[in-house]
């Protein structure tokens, strides 16, 4: 029963996380969208703020979930596991907000005939992260169906390595000025990140399932 409370608590903190993770997933793409759409910097930069609020409420839940987990002395035999699991679930949304705090700071143009790629760049790492929490939120309760969508999160973080490769060329191609063709492709691949990065979420979650199964 000790250790049923134990991992109900840690669901629920999981679970709270993941709401503000998803929500900053989502911000990030409206925000993004809405950019490539209208290319209004002055709301851009407005957006980015609701992007970086989700994010920081993220990272104070994750800080509430680490500190209970040392002073309540909860699964100390995967706590190492879970919270590496946390750091990298964390790593997600906060590269979403470094991809259009890098448009801010660096106030990047969108070209009109690269912004449907880019957009569907976009997509497919915002699926590849809304799969992962989907696996993470399964994590304790169905083993099954969590390691099943990790190998979805493979699945879209391999087409957008692939979405990565042709717009970097398309943007070499192009007749862009040098210093837009080297922004252009750091942001590119800065959006991929968001694939990568659910990718390792995958990874640990397989590990932690493996370990419970055994």
Same mark, same amino acid.
């Given at each position: 029963?000790?250790?049923?409370?134990?991992?109900?608590?840690?669901?629920?903190?999981?679970?709270?996380?993941?709401?503000?993770? +998803?929500?900053?997933?989502?911000?990030?793409?409206?925000?993004?969208?809405?950019?490539?759409?209208?290319?209004?910097?002055?709301?851009?930069?407005?957006?980015?703020?609701?992007?970086?609020?989700?994010?920081?409420?993220?990272?104070?839940?994750? @800080?509430?979930?680490?500190?209970?987990?040392?002073? @309540?002395?909860?699964?100390?035999?995967?706590? =190492?596991?879970?919270?590496?699991?946390?750091?990298?679930?964390?790593?997600?949304?906060?590269? +979403?907000?470094?991809?259009? @705090?890098?448009?801010?700071?660096? @106030?990047?143009?969108?070209?009109?005939?690269?912004?449907?790629?880019?957009?569907?760049?976009?997509?497919?790492?915002?699926?590849?992260?809304?799969?992962?929490?989907?696996?993470?939120?399964?994590?304790?309760?169905?083993?099954?169906?969590?390691?099943?969508?990790? =190998?979805?999160?493979?699945?879209?973080?391999?087409?957008?390595?692939?979405?990565?490769?042709?717009?970097?060329?398309?943007?070499?191609?192009?007749?862009?000025?040098?210093?837009?063709?080297?922004?252009?492709?750091?942001?590119?691949?800065?959006?991929?990140?968001?694939?990568?990065?659910?990718?390792?979420? =995958?990874?640990?979650?397989?590990?932690?399932?493996?370990?419970?199964?055994?």
């Amino acid at each position: 029963m000790f250790f049923k409370n134990k991992q109900k608590v840690l669901e629920k903190q999981l679970f709270s996380y993941g709401e503000k993770a +998803a929500l900053c997933i989502q911000e990030f793409q409206r925000t993004f969208q809405a950019y490539a759409e209208t290319h209004d910097f002055k709301a851009l930069q407005e957006d980015v703020e609701w992007v970086h609020k989700a994010e920081s409420e993220a990272d104070d839940i994750r @800080r509430e979930v680490e500190d209970m987990m040392y002073t @309540r002395a909860l699964f100390p035999e995967s706590r =190492g596991d879970i919270l590496g699991l946390l750091e990298a679930l964390d790593s997600v949304p906060n590269q +979403a907000e470094k991809v259009v @705090r890098a448009i801010v700071n660096q @106030r990047i143009v969108l070209p009109d005939d690269l912004c449907p790629s880019l957009l569907e760049l976009v997509d497919v790492s915002c699926r590849a992260a809304s799969a992962m929490l989907e696996a993470a939120s399964k994590l304790f309760g169905d083993f099954t169906s969590a390691t099943a969508i990790t =190998g979805r999160i493979d699945e879209l973080e391999s087409l957008a390595d692939a979405q990565e490769a042709a717009l970097t060329q398309l943007v070499f191609a192009g007749s862009y000025d040098p210093l837009s063709k080297i922004l252009l492709r750091d942001l590119i691949k800065h959006i991929a990140a968001i694939s990568d990065r659910a990718e390792n979420v =995958g990874d640990r979650i397989r590990i932690i399932v493996v370990k419970r199964m055994v």
